[in-house]
């Protein structure tokens, strides 16, 4: 993701156009849960409902660059070094990520639904 990038609607927000010196990066992981949860939805719900949602974590991912620590502090990682934070994107998918300098590395996307333990174990 591009520096400066500014998010045009992040959970109803507008956010401002001002620069970061944030960047992201998805971890291997991240990615194909992000692959499998659009593939999902595109396939029960339609490509609109798809598009839509790589919006709503475009969004969030711009609102975390420009406010990293926006996320609470997830307690299921609470036993690892580094501080995981989340967020929830629609309802019903968590973003999780950890902030490393000036990178923000998104290490997990999971449907809320699923047993957390079980989903906090596959993560990085």
């Not at 956010?15 to 999902?40: C, F, G, L």
Request: aromatic letters at 8%; glycine letters at 6%.
């Amino acid at each position: 993701m591009e520096r400066g990038a500014c998010a045009r609607r992040a959970g109803g927000f507008l956010t401002p156009n001002v620069q970061s010196d944030m960047r992201t990066k998805w971890t291997d992981h991240a990615k194909e849960q992000r692959r499998q949860i659009v593939a999902y939805i595109r396939k029960g719900f339609g490509v609109k409902h798809a598009q839509k949602f790589m919006q709503e974590v475009d969004d969030i991912v711009n609102l975390l660059m420009h406010s990293p620590n926006i996320g609470q502090i997830d307690t299921l990682f609470a036993d690892r070094p580094k501080t995981y934070r989340s967020v929830i994107i629609n309802g019903l998918t968590k973003m999780v990520y950890h902030i490393d300098g000036d990178i923000i590395y998104i290490v997990s996307l999971w449907d809320t639904r699923r047993e957390p333990m079980n989903q906090a174990a596959k993560t990085e």
